[in-house]
Structures are given as structure tokens and as C-alpha cells.
């Protein structure tokens, strides 16, 4: 499979959570299935050991996910805070109001840290791509599951 070329952004501290699974990865789960499939394999044949086989693949999968956090943090482009512009960029914490609903506040994240119960949303997602480049005071309309919403910037830090 061919990994994009694209940066990654995140923050500094989203960087520092796939470097701590990745170093997880490389010193507590990698030498433990290693072992594992050690002694499952010292266990019999490999081509009837359920077990090795189900570690086989297991192991894959470890390999693979430290090749896509390898792969974000090689193409990592930090979020860096900048100056409040009063406009909506990456790294903004972003305060929007439906309809005279209750205010809610949202940090424009890369998509690596998304996670909308947390108030942050990533700038590929439909209300994080509508809110780019917006300011305070304006209204937007986001194609959301929901259908369209639209919102009013209130504040922008």
C-alpha cells in the first residue's frame, strides 16, 4: 500500500503521543510478540500451530500500524500557535453558536488528533474545512451527516 506524501499536521503535543505509541510499539509490544512467536513456534509445526499463525498475523499488524506512525511523524508538520488573528486557522480554538443554540468550542486539529468529544476537530472535516479562513462575526454553513448547519463565529483564539 502506498502511503501520500501529504503533510501530516498536528501539534506538538499530538507529535509527542505517536512518538510515545511508537516507542511503546518498538520496546513493549514488538519484543513481546517476538517472544511470543518464539515459543509458539518452538511449540510444534507451524503449519497446524493455530496459535503461531494468529501470532503471524498479530505481529503484521504491530508492523504495519509502526509503519503509519512512522509515516506521520516523517511527513509531521507542527501545528505552530500563531499571533490571534481574529481568522480561523489551523491550531485556532474556534467558539460557534447554532441558531441561537449553546455556544460550543472546538480546536482546529490535524485529522492524526481529531476526536470531537474532546472539542477537537480536524480541518478535513466538513465543519473544520468550513470554519477555515472565516472570522469572528461571520455565519457559515457546514454539509454536515446532519445536513446543513450553519453557524456564527463568535470568538477566535
Not at 43 to 60: C, F, H, P, R, W
Amino acid at each position: 500500500m502506498e502511503m501520500s506524501t501529504e503533510p501530516v499536521y498536528m501539534t506538538e503535543k499530538g507529535r509527542q503521543k505517536i512518538q510515545d505509541q511508537l516507542d511503546h510499539l518498538y520496546n513493549v509490544v514488538r519484543p513481546e510478540y517476538a517472544e511470543l512467536l518464539h515459543e509458539a513456534r518452538e511449540g510444534g509445526d507451524s503449519i497446524d500451530n493455530t496459535e503461531y499463525i494468529y501470532l503471524v498475523e498479530e505481529m503484521a499488524s504491530i508492523e504495519a500500524w509502526i509503519r503509519e506512525l512512522e509515516h506521520m511523524l516523517d511527513h509531521a508538520e507542527l501545528i505552530q500557535p500563531g499571533a490571534p488573528t481574529g481568522q480561523v486557522q489551523l491550531g485556532s480554538t474556534v467558539l460557534i453558536q447554532e441558531n441561537g443554540g449553546v455556544p460550543e468550542s472546538y480546536t482546529i486539529v490535524g485529522s492524526t488528533e481529531a476526536n470531537p468529544e474532546e472539542g477537537l476537530i480536524s480541518n478535513k472535516s466538513p465543519l473544520g474545512r468550513t470554519l477555515l479562513n472565516h472570522r469572528v462575526g461571520e455565519d457559515v454553513t457546514a454539509d454536515t451527516p446532519d445536513g446543513k448547519l450553519t453557524f456564527r463565529i463568535i470568538a477566535v483564539t
